[in-house]
């Protein structure tokens, strides 16, 4: 009974907090002074066609940054806090069914490519790094799922994380030196308007933060099946 009523109490505490924000609400009808000069520069100075992933990896370069170290500390949280044990007997785990493992050999290359598509493409449609990165690991999730036996070479995915990620801070440190601006991508030629070689150095970006993010989530998934068939 106490339980409850601390929960609608708490529910009523946090509606009284959220109703002046809600009951002052005003759509924006245009935009403001810095989204204005976001939208004009990301075209008119960077060459690309996607504003929201020209500011992401320009403008808001140092938030990006800190998302991908985010995304590293969880990483080694939890290499940390797994466990190893003895390896798991592979006569306890359950085998997949031939339409999986056939569906998974066919589709698998396709999402890879696909994956490193969305981020080649970043500043040009919708997409980037991170997506790209989240769909080829979602392809080695499928092919864990055909095949619980599979097993992943942990030091590539580490090898190509720290590669990747040095990579990315070696960048945007260029951008820094020659430009006076972290991840300023002008320092690489800007190209013609609407092409993929354009929009000066955002593609390698994108490329870099498209493989960290995709070997961390493999990583992390990989070192989560390990262990929970390690308890089966």
Do not use: C
Request: aromatic share 10%; glycine share 8%; proline share 3%.
């Amino acid at each position: 009974m106490l339980r409850t009523v601390l929960i609608y109490a708490a529910l009523v505490l946090l509606i009284w907090a959220l109703f002046p924000l809600i009951a002052e609400f005003t759509a924006a009808t245009e935009l403001n002074n810095l989204a204005t000069s976001y939208v004009e520069k990301s075209s008119t100075e960077l060459n690309s066609q996607n504003v929201v992933t020209s500011i992401v990896v320009t403008f808001r370069g140092l938030d990006t940054l800190g998302e991908v170290a985010v995304l590293f500390l969880a990483t080694t949280g939890v290499a940390f806090l797994i466990k190893r044990r003895e390896k798991h007997d592979p006569s306890k785990i359950r085998k997949a069914s031939e339409i999986l493992n056939a569906g998974a050999l066919f589709v698998f290359p396709i999402i890879i490519l696909f994956g490193i598509y969305v981020f080649l493409h970043g500043h040009l449609t919708p997409g980037g790094g991170f997506q790209g990165g989240v769909l080829i690991a979602s392809a080695f999730v499928l092919m864990m799922l055909s095949d619980m036996n599979a097993s992943l070479n942990h030091l590539v995915l580490e090898t190509v994380e720290s590669i990747s990620g040095f990579a990315y801070v070696l960048v945007g440190l260029l951008g820094l030196v020659l430009l006076g601006a972290f991840l300023d991508p002008k320092f690489l030629p800007l190209g013609n308007y609407g092409l993929l070689f354009s929009a000066g150095a955002i593609p390698l970006i994108y490329t870099f933060v498209g493989l960290k993010v995709g070997s961390e989530l493999t990583n992390i998934v990989d070192s989560l099946r390990e262990e929970q068939t390690e308890e089966n």
